[in-house]
């Protein structure tokens, strides 16, 4: 394996990691804040949406204008500082804004971690066959 192909990896299992340890708490800090369940609902799909028209934006602009790996390092930085903003959360507006903001960070780390993934990976593995 090459090591581009292993630091992709790794970043993206670390990253995996720490939205996996806030996922179960996602329920019981939204009724700390005065949320109820409408307010989860709205907030995921607000994710959702967010991320889901910009992937295809981002797809585009990392084919041509910007590098995916800035595009990639710019994605994780921002899903780092809208992780930590959840400290900062006092209302569900509040976390309507940090869900937004999550979702850029995936849409701009996702896509450009795919391509960058698929033009790092070795391609010569014997004995593999799918």
């Known amino acids: 394996m090459k090591k581009k192909e292993k630091i992709l990896l790794y970043g993206s299992n ?5 939205e996996g340890m ?3 708490l996602f329920a019981v800090f939204t009724q ?3 949320g109820n369940i409408l307010d989860i609902a709205w907030a995921w799909a607000l994710y959702l949406m967010v ?5 295809i934006l981002v797809g585009k602009i990392s084919d041509g204008i910007l590098s995916k ?8 930085a921002l899903n780092a500082i809208f992780t ?3 400290l900062f959360v006092s209302s569900p507006l509040h976390l309507f804004f940090v ?3 999550l979702g850029i960070a995936f849409a701009l ?3 450009t971690w795919n391509a960058l993934y698929a033009k790092y990976e070795d391609k010569k593995q014997d004995g593999f066959i799918w």
């Open 99 to 101: 869900q937004g903001g």
């Open 14 to 18: 670390i990253w995996a990691l720490g």
């Open 69 to 76: 790996e800035k595009l990639m390092v710019t994605g994780y």
């Open 51 to 55: 991320a889901g028209v910009l992937v």
């Open 22 to 24: 806030l996922g179960p």
């Open 32 to 34: 700390r804040i005065g």
């Open 84 to 86: 930590f903003s959840y």
């Open 109 to 111: 780390s996702n896509p």
